[in-house]
DNA sequence: CCATAAAGCTAATCCCATTAGCCGCGATCG
DNA sequence: CGATCGCGGCTAATGGGATTAGCTTTATGG
């Protein structure tokens, strides 16, 4: 039969796209075939299986995020920098429903681009907050802080939890504004983190 | 054969359980149904189908960490309402790993007991919120705020997002102490919230 | 004691994931 | 130019879960 003329890239920018228009739970290997113009077997050439899909995606959508988020905070700083990579996160989350739920999935140790995309991301947080002057285990602690708030907000606003109100835009923009507020203030405590950390 | 006296209260109760067990995600009727020594067909005379078996669970966990979360706040106020609350909720997600994700589900507007148990655990939150003087506008966008703080931080620990690293509790209590610090300058803006509004 | 509703069952169907094994296209090498 | 062989596709088969249909049996209440 003709040659489709598939490859690992291709299978999985297409996932990406297909989550992003039925939803990460929908994502199904039967569905991303028929998209492709594929027997679903024929998949297995390219994805050991629908793990490793999934995680292929992760890396995929974590390494979109990073870049995002870098480059909003790129030649900002303070509460500048802070607003601009929440607005940033939230966008992405919105544009791209489907990859951002495989964003929080913890990076595969056996993948080094996964690993590397996901350090990325945290570290554009964590460069942020050395904009507070945090550092050590104060800017682990607060590097926490923020992932919890965007994600939290943002998981909450896709699932519907904030009903049909138009003013999220205001919710979102006053967490950050308390998240800013709290990191001015955050408390100077101890020295290092241990190099292992994980924010 | 013999009958076993299933009714809906059991089979959702042991779904709570077998999810806690298994976890959310493996939460599955083949599963439930070996659980109960039952052949899984059966659990149809119980439950209409896997979806409203996840809303029945949905109202479960949700009117239980309602009830945890008003004790916790009870004959508290201010900061120390706060912290209590907070650290009912991140309890209350650690013992039942598998009842936690159910409680993000949006309350199915056709089961009321869901409808109200999603009410009391949004109001437990709300009247903390009134204890710094935060009413309307304000208190709806400091209850998403609390609300993103607490489940994105939560939710990230049960993913495996924070590493290794034992020094989780110190983390959140920080975050509580960020979200406290914020709320006692929460911006005072506007006055009524719509009654529509779903904080 | 019987009628009936409810609670179980088996069987059948459908969808998805996975594995095994076949086959032809096409790039490469002699 | 033609033979080869690996790779990318295929079909078939298996197994697990959800759902529906329809049968049987148990309790129970009149």
Not at 70 to 95: F, H, I, K, P, Q
Not at 115 to 142: C, F, H, N, P, S
């Amino acid at each position: 039969m003709p040659r489709v003329g598939l490859n690992q890239q291709t299978v999985v920018r297409e996932a990406a796209r297909l989550a992003d228009e039925v939803g990460y739970q929908q994502l199904t290997l039967a569905a991303l075939a028929g998209r492709l113009g594929v027997a679903l077997p024929s998949l297995y050439k390219h994805v050991r299986g629908a793990d490793a899909l999934a995680r292929k995606l992760s890396a995929l959508a974590t390494a979109e995020l990073a870049t995002e988020l870098t480059t909003a905070a790129a030649g900002r700083a303070g509460g500048d920098a802070l607003r601009a990579m929440a607005d940033a996160y939230r966008d992405y989350a919105r544009r791209h429903p489907g990859r951002y739920p495989a964003t929080q999935q913890v990076p595969d140790p056996a993948d080094p681009e996964h690993v590397v995309a996901g350090e990325r991301a945290v570290g554009a947080i964590y460069a942020v907050l050395r904009g507070y002057g945090l550092t050590g285990d104060d800017a682990v602690d607060a590097t926490r802080a923020l992932r919890s708030a965007l994600h939290g907000f943002v998981s909450l606003e896709a699932a519907g939890g904030f009903g049909l109100s138009r003013e999220v835009d205001r919710s979102y923009h006053r967490l950050v504004a308390g998240m800013d507020l709290a990191f001015q203030s955050w408390p100077r405590a101890r020295g290092t983190a241990d190099q292992a950390d994980q924010p």
